[in-house]
T-cell receptor, first 111, second 115 residues
Framework: SQQGEEDPQALSIQEGENATMNCSYK?????LQWYRQNSGRGLVHLIL?????REKHSGRLRVTLDTSKKSSSLLITASRAADTASYFC???????????FGTGTSLTVIP | DTEVTQTPKHLVMGMTNKKSLKCEQH?????MYWYKQKAKKPPELMFV???????INESVPSRFSPECPNSSLLNLHLHALQPEDSALYLC??????????????FGNGTRLTVT
C-alpha cells in the first residue's frame, strides 16, 4: 500500500514560474525523499530530508518537512521546460523498515 | 545516462512464453530491487535482495521469479504471464537495503507487453 498522497495530481505552469507540490503521509518516518521521473524513464533521486530536519535546499529545489502535520513540500524555483516530469515523494517508515512511494505529481512547464 | 542498466528496453511476450529481464550495476551496491509500475501510478515494490539473498517478497505471484546470481546482477524470470502484467518493470539498487543511508538508483526499465 502507498504511504504518501501527493497534491496536486497535475500542475501546469509557465517557464520561469515556481512550482510547489505537496506530500502527506500516514505514519512516523525516518526520512522523506523526492524523486523525478521523466516519461518512460527510471526515477532519479533529487533530495533526502531526515525526520529531524525542517528544510533543505539543493540548487533550485527547496524541501520542507513538518513531522507534526506529516507533510512535506517540494518547491522548484524558476522552472524550466526540462523540469517537465512526474515527481514522487517517498518515505522510509521507522516501524518495520518499509519504504513507500507517494501517488506522484505530474508537472508540465510550458516554454 | 543511468548507472543501472536494464535489458531489454522493450519486450512483447505471449502468455505461454518464458522470458527474462536483466539488470546490472557496477556501483558496489549490495541491495537490489524490482519494482512494477503501471501508467500514471507510483512504482510498486516486488522483490528486494540484500547481499544476494532474497530479503523481501511482496506477495508477488509465482509466475515472477527473481534471481540474484551475484552482487552486480539481478534477473526477473517471467512465465505464463497475464495481460494485466503489462507494465514498466524497474530495477533499482542502493548501497545497503532501504534508503535512509543511500538513495535508490534506478534503471530506465523494461516496457513489458503481454499479449
Amino acid at each position: 500500500s502507498q504511504q504518501g498522497e501527493e497534491d496536486p495530481q497535475a500542475l501546469s505552469i509557465q517557464e520561469g514560474e515556481n512550482a510547489t507540490m505537496n506530500c502527506s503521509y500516514k505514519t512516523s518516518i525516518n526520512n522523506l525523499q523526492w524523486y523525478r521521473q521523466n516519461s518512460g524513464r527510471g526515477l532519479v533521486h533529487l533530495i533526502l530530508i531526515r525526520s529531524n530536519e525542517r528544510e533543505k535546499h539543493s540548487g533550485r529545489l527547496r524541501v520542507t518537512l513538518d513531522t507534526s502535520k506529516k507533510s512535506s513540500s517540494l518547491l522548484i524555483t524558476a522552472s524550466r521546460a526540462a523540469d517537465t516530469a512526474s515527481y514522487f515523494c517517498a518515505t522510509e517508515t521507522n516501524t518495520g523498515n518499509q519504504f513507500y512511494f507517494g501517488t506522484g505529481t505530474s508537472l508540465t512547464v510550458i516554454p | 545516462d543511468t548507472e543501472v542498466t536494464q535489458t531489454p528496453k522493450h519486450l512483447v511476450m505471449g502468455m505461454t512464453n518464458k522470458k527474462s529481464l536483466k539488470c546490472e550495476q557496477h556501483m558496489g551496491h549490495r541491495a537490489m530491487y524490482w519494482y512494477k509500475q503501471k501508467a500514471k501510478k507510483p512504482p510498486e515494490l516486488m522483490f528486494v535482495y540484500s547481499y544476494e539473498k532474497l530479503s523481501i517478497n511482496e506477495s508477488v505471484p509465482s509466475r515472477f521469479s527473481p534471481e540474484c546470481p551475484n552482487s552486480s546482477l539481478l534477473n526477473l524470470h517471467l512465465h505464463a504471464l497475464q495481460p494485466e502484467d503489462s507494465a514498466l518493470y524497474l530495477c533499482a539498487s542502493s548501497q545497503v537495503i532501504w534508503t535512509g543511508r543511500s538513495p535508490l538508483h534506478f534503471g530506465n526499465g523494461t516496457r513489458l507487453t503481454v499479449t
